[in-house]
Nanobody, 121 residues
Framework: QVQLVESGGGLVQAGGSLRLSCAASGRTFTFSNYAMGWFRQAPGKEREFVAS????????YYKDSVKGRFTISRDNAKDTVYLQMNSLKPEDTAVYYC????????????WGQGTQVTVSS
């Protein structure tokens, strides 16, 4: 069983910043063996990819609209992945989900429960 628990969401004004965290655990889950990702789902829309990071942290990938504003990182000693979000826009409002999988191309195997991010204009 794998547990991914997100935190750090909230309400912020446009132009502001938030840092999301996702703590991973599981009896047979070795965090450093897995790629990690962030997805988001806005009301009435499909869930979409936001960012992902390899198991070692040496490569990252981003949705075009967040490049230069969001940064994904991980701390394998703490079994935690982060999403630093700067210059937030109202269109970034969504529930943000942490995910994990064997590769960055298959990072949607395990899911967290999500954390709400609301950006006011």
């Amino acid at each position: 069983q794998v547990q991914l628990v997100e935190s750090g969401g909230g309400l912020v004004q446009a132009g502001g910043s938030l840092r999301l965290s996702c703590a991973a655990s599981g009896r047979t889950f070795t965090f450093s063996n897995y790629a990690m990702g962030w997805f988001r789902q806005a009301p009435g829309k499909e869930r979409e990819f936001v960012a992902s990071i390899t198991w070692s942290g040496d490569r990252t990938y981003y949705k075009d609209s967040v490049k230069g504003r969001f940064t994904i990182s991980r701390d394998n000693a703490k079994d935690t992945v982060y999403l630093q979000m700067n210059s937030l826009k109202p269109e970034d409002t969504a529930v943000y989900y942490c995910s994990s999988g064997p590769t960055t191309g298959q990072v949607d195997v395990y899911w967290g429960q999500g954390t709400q991010v609301t950006v006011s204009s």
